[in-house]
C-alpha cells in the first residue's frame, strides 16, 4: 500500500510511540477495504506496539485507533490518504502517548467535560479545510475517553450524505445530531460544549495588561506586522478569530515567491509557527466588537473583554461575497457552497453552476469539470474577467458552458437541498431556469470592516483607507492587507503591508510616546532602523 519512502517517514515518526497502540479493521472483498487493510498491515509492520486485529463494523471500510490502557477509540471510515493521512499519523501519535500540542489549561478542559460526545465528521479527501477538524476531534478523543470521533469519506459513504442531507463538508453530528459545518478549532468546539468557557476565557482576557501593538486579525497582513513589531522589542498581541485567514481555504500557491510552490493549510501552519518563534501574545477565537480611541486605544470583543493598546493594526482580512439573493442563505451548505476544492467531490456526476467569471470562478469550473457531469458559469459582465490561458482550458473543456450578461435572481431548492436557479439576461430581461445540483459562488470578496464603519475612513467598498506608512484616518491606528485599499489582494502584497504598517506603528511610539517601552532605538537611528533589512527584516 504505502511506497518505500512513506514507509521510512512513517517509520521515524512511529518511534515516538510510547504505549500499544491497538487496530481495529472491518475490511470486506472490495478494493477499497483491502487497499485500507493493507495499510493497517504497513502500519503493523512498522512498531512492535503496533497490534491488529479485524472485526466487523457498520462502516466498512473502516478502521478503529484504540489505545487499551485509556480506552481513546478514532475511527477512519474510508481510506486515510490525501489531505488526511496527516491526520492518521497524528491519531497515530497521540493515541500511542505522544505528547498533544495544546495548552495545559485546554487538555485539563477536554479531561474535564462531563458527559459523552460521539462525533462523526463527514469529509471529501481533497478538501483541505478537513482534515484540520478531524484532528481538533481526534486530539479530544485521545485525551478524554470520552469523545470518539469517526472520520467519514463521503465519497465512499455516499448513502449516509444523502440521508442527512450533507452537501459541504467538513460537517460534523454529534450524538446523531448536526454540530457544525466548516472550519472549526478545539477551542471553538469547547465553547460549544462548555458554556461557561467563553466568559472564564474573556475574564483572562480583561486581566491583560496593555499592548504597544495589538493585532486584529491573523492573516498574511497580520503574522508580518506581528513578527515586525515583536522584532522591535514591543508588547505585542495578536486577536484573530482563527489564524491563517482566507489562506487556509486556499488550495494552491505557485506566486509566493522563493516558494515554488505550496498549500494554504502549509503555509498557514508555517506562519503561526514563525510568530511564535517570538513573543506575541496570541488570542484565537476571539471576534472584534468595536475600537475606541483615549489616553489608550480599547478593543472590545463579541465576548465582552476589553483589550488596551497604545496602537492598533487592523488586518481583519476578506471574506468570501456572497449574491445576496432569495435562497442563498436558506441553503448555504445544502447545495449552495464557496470552496469547490472541498465540496466538488460531493457533487460527482450532477450538474453545478459556477457564479463568477474571473480567475477564481473559471479555475473553480475547469476543476470542477474533472468531477460533475456539466458546469455553467453565470457572468454578470458582457464578457469573462478571468487570464485568458484559463479560459482558453474552460472553452476547450466538453462540460462547460459559459453564459455572459447573466444576474443570478434566486436560488431554487425543494426545502431540503438546491434543485436550480434562476437568471435574467441582461441583455434582453428574460428570465431563465437552469436546473442543477449545486452552485459554487465565486465572485470576490468583502473586507471585514461592519464594525468600523463609525470609526475610520473606508472607500465606497468598505475598505480601509491608509496612507504609504499603513496609518489609517485615526492617528496611532494601522492597517495592512486585504482589508485595505491596496490596488491588489494578493498573499505576498498583504506580508509587506504588514511589515510596513507595523514599522508605521513602531514609528508613531518613537514619536509620539513618552516612552517607547521594550523599544531601545532613539530617535536618531529611527529611519535607519525603518529602512534597515538587517535589523528589521
Known amino acids: 500500500m504505502l511506497d518505500t519512502n512513506i514507509k521510512n517517514q512513517l517509520n521515524t515518526y512511529l518511534q515516538n510511540l510510547k504505549r500499544p497502540v491497538e487496530l481495529v479493521v472491518s475490511a470486506d472483498a472490495s478494493s477499497k477495504s483491502q487497499e485500507l487493510l493493507s495499510l493497517a498491515q504497513d502500519i503493523e509492520g512498522l512498531s512492535s506496539l503496533v497490534s491488529l486485529q479485524q472485526q466487523t463494523s457498520d462502516r466498512t471500510p473502516s478502521m478503529s485507533i484504540k489505545n487499551p490502557q485509556n480506552g481513546s477509540n478514532i475511527t477512519f471510515a474510508g481510506l486515510p490518504m490525501g489531505h488526511e493521512f496527516t491526520s492518521l499519523v497524528l491519531a497515530l501519535l497521540h493515541s500511542g502517548g505522544h505528547p498533544i500540542k495544546l495548552d495545559a489549561d485546554v487538555i485539563e478542559q477536554i479531561q474535564n467535560l462531563p458527559g459523552e460526545f460521539h462525533f462523526e465528521t463527514y469529509v471529501s479527501l481533497s478538501c483541505q479545510t478537513c482534515p484540520e477538524v478531524v484532528q481538533a476531534l481526534n486530539m479530544m478523543a485521545a485525551i478524554n475517553p470520552n469523545i470518539t470521533n469517526v472520520m467519514i469519506d463521503g465519497a465512499l459513504f455516499q448513502d449516509e450524505i444523502n440521508d442527512r442531507n450533507i452537501m459541504s463538508v467538513p460537517t460534523v453530528y454529534m450524538n446523531g445530531e448536526p454540530f457544525s459545518v466548516g472550519a472549526i478549532s478545539v477551542v471553538e468546539i469547547l465553547n460549544k460544549l462548555d458554556v461557561n468557557a467563553a466568559a472564564r ?82 488570542m484565537d477565537n476571539q471576534r472584534a466588537l468595536s475600537l475606541k480611541s483615549g489616553k489608550q486605544f480599547e478593543l472590545e470583543l463579541e465576548s465582552g473583554a476589553k483589550l488596551t493598546s497604545k496602537t492598533i493594526l487592523l488586518a481583519t482580512g476578506a471574506r468570501w461575497r456572497e449574491m445576496n439573493v432569495p435562497g442563498e442563505q436558506e441553503y448555504r451548505g445544502s447545495g449552495v457552497a464557496y470552496c469547490p476544492h472541498c465540496d466538488g467531490p460531493l457533487f460527482k456526476g450532477k450538474r453545478v453552476a459556477v457564479i463568477g467569471g474571473g480567475n477564481s470562478g473559471i479555475e473553480a469550473a475547469i476543476d470542477l469539470a474533472g468531477i ?166
Open 201 to 282: 476565557k474573556a475574564e483572562q482576557l480583561n486581566n491583560k495588561e496593555s499592548f504597544d501593538v495589538l493585532v486584529v486579525g491573523g492573516g498574511p497582513a497580520g503574522a508580518s506586522a506581528a513578527i515586525y513589531a515583536a522584532r522591535k522589542g514591543l508588547r505585542t498581541g495578536v486577536v484573530a478569530d482563527k489564524f491563517g485567514g482566507q489562506v487556509a481555504e486556499t488550495v494552491g500557491i505557485e506566486n509566493f515567491i522563493s516558494v515554488s510552490k505550496t498549500e494554504g493549510p502549509k503555509l498557514v501552519a508555517n506562519l503561526e509557527a514563525h510568530v511564535k518563534d517570538y513573543d506575541v501574545d496570541i
Open 372 to 537: 460533475v457531469e456539466h458546469v455553467t458559469v453565470l457572468e454578470f459582465d458582457a464578457s469573462l474577467r478571468a487570464d485568458e490561458v484559463l479560459q482558453r482550458k474552460a472553452n476547450s473543456m466538453g462540460n462547460i458552458d459559459i453564459i455572459t450578461q447573466a444576474m443570478t435572481t434566486e436560488v431554487l431548492g425543494d426545502g431540503k437541498r438546491v434543485t436550480g436557479l434562476t437568471y435574467t439576461d441582461r441583455s434582453t430581461n428574460e428570465s431563465h431556469h437552469v436546473e442543477l445540483a449545486g452552485i459554487f459562488v465565486q465572485i470576490g470578496l468583502v473586507p471585514n470592516t461592519e464594525w468600523l464603519t463609525d470609526t475610520v475612513d473606508l472607500t465606497s467598498r468598505g475598505e480601509i483607507i491608509v496612507d504609504g506608512k499603513g496609518e489609517t484616518s485615526i492617528p496611532g491606528v494601522f492597517a495592512a492587507g486585504d482589508v485595505t485599499n491596496s490596488a491588489y489582494k494578493q498573499i505576498i502584497i498583504a506580508m509587506g503591508s504588514g511589515a510596513t504598517a507595523s514599522l508605521g506603528a513602531f514609528d508613531y511610539l518613537i514619536r509620539h510616546s513618552d516612552e517607547a517601552d521594550n523599544a531601545t532605538d532613539d530617535d536618531d537611528t529611527v529611519e535607519k532602523a525603518l529602512n534597515s533589512d538587517t535589523v528589521a527584516a
